[in-house]
């Protein structure tokens, strides 16, 4: 088994006033040769976005881009003529391929919103774009994998699909609970709150720990818990 432990404090860091952002691999002004993807993993960050403020229109191309809102809600416009709102419980994908526009911003007047954006290496190049949200019950989750998102081709159902041998999951994770997840490929297992051992490790907010090698990985929740797991090829 290959470990890879990413502790919140290691990450790189970002304060533009209206937006704080920290970033688990290299992106913009962080850059660290060290820390550029995890496998097909390659951009996980952490945006913080001030009331009334946003990213302006701005392109991406062949790249799968997930959107998962942890507080507040973030509206979106893009090229493919999607205007919508994403809110908590939800998560959106767009799949760039052969390009596209879109901006996000938002709109409340006093609350912040946080939300994890994740990019992930399409195993095919140009495809046509795909836009798709989608809300996902919380009850779902409690003590179990819930599966968010996972390959075009193999797509599990009620999960949105993405150009990669990819999954994303969530676990709400009872204090005392334990379980076993059985890996696909690699797995990026970040903890979005609460104190858990995975693997053997003790992980507490916002850490993060990449496993390789190995078939299943024990994980045990010493606080009420909110896991992310983004199971990705490695080469």
Known sequence: MKKTIHKSDSRGFANHGWLKSYHTFSFASYQNPERMNFGMLRVLNDDIVQPKMGFGTHPHRNMEIISIPISGALSHKDSMNNQRSIEVGEVQVMSAGTGLTHSEFNDSKTNEVNFLQLWIIPEKQEVAPYYNQKMFDESGRKNIFQTLVSPKDKQ????????????????????????????????????????????????????????????????????????????????
């Open 156 to 235: 599990v159902e009620g999960s949105l699909p993405i150009n990669q041998q990819g999954y994303i999951l969530m676990i709400d994770l009872e204090k005392g609970f334990e379980t076993e997840y059985e890996l696909n490929n690699g797995a990026y297992f970040f903890l979005i709150d609460g104190e858990a051992e995975i693997a053997g490790e003790m992980l507490a907010n916002r850490d993060a720990i990449g496993i390789e090698d190995i078939e299943k990985v024990r994980i045990k929740a010493t606080k009420n818990s909110k896991l992310l797991i983004v199971d990705v090829p490695m080469i």
